[in-house]
């Protein structure tokens, strides 16, 4: 499908999140491909179809989400190492430092030190479907975290809840055309998500549980945190 002509919506979804929202996902952040960062400048994680396959949620439309996510970087150290990363490939080196010049303009959050504690939600704008300007054969998942980080964080446990819907997927004619939705998809979500009956998600459960180990902080260690291009193997709840 084209993208059709004329202006968007500047807020998606109704007042107060309906069903069959809220959806909540974990899981592992691994190394992915590496295109949204490399081609796009715009880093993602990705998760695989098989994440939306528990509770029968695999049927939900292809197209573009919002919602809130945690990361528990307690897991890491088991994880990763001085050279190596977990990977969704046989490639499992450390891949090159991320770039976010698509979206650098944009207004984020920034982490000036490599810690974070688990009062801190991050925002996320999500593509599901098979992103038809790549062509891909198989559906899959890409968060774009609205927040920039120093460095990477393979291996920490990212916590996900999406809450909204805000458009379906998109053949583009270019590549200059796909990123400027991507961009308005990101203003959108950052809209949308700042309602009241959405800011106050923020504050479940699911986003403050500390998966990776005993206690609630969430540290971001130093060599391993931020936002690459990666991969989340997946558990998804209603």
Known sequence: MGRPDGPRDPIAGPETP?????????????????RGSRELGIPTANIPLSGLSVGGNDA???????????????SISSQTNSSTVP?????????E??????????EYASSTSTTSTDDV???TVLSIGYNPYYKNTQ?????HILHNFPEDFYGATLSLIILGFIRPEYDYV????????IREDIRVAQRSLGREAYESWKGDAWLKENVGGEGTSRNIQPGVAGQKD????????N
């Open 174 to 181: 270019s590549k200059d055309a796909l990123v400027e939705d």
């Open 60 to 74: 939900l439309d292809s197209g573009i989400y919002y919602g809130w996510c945690t990361l528990d970087t307690s």
């Open 121 to 123: 939600v991050y925002p």
């Open 230 to 237: 990666s991969v989340v193997i997946s558990q998804m709840m």
């Open 97 to 106: 430092r991320f770039s976010n010049h698509a979206v650098a303009d944009l």
């Open 18 to 34: 309906q069903a069959p929202f809220p959806l909540k996902l974990r899981g592992p952040v691994i190394k992915g491909f590496g």
């Open 139 to 143: 559906r899959s998942i890409e968060i």
């Open 87 to 95: 990977s969704a490939t046989e490639d499992t080196s450390i891949p």
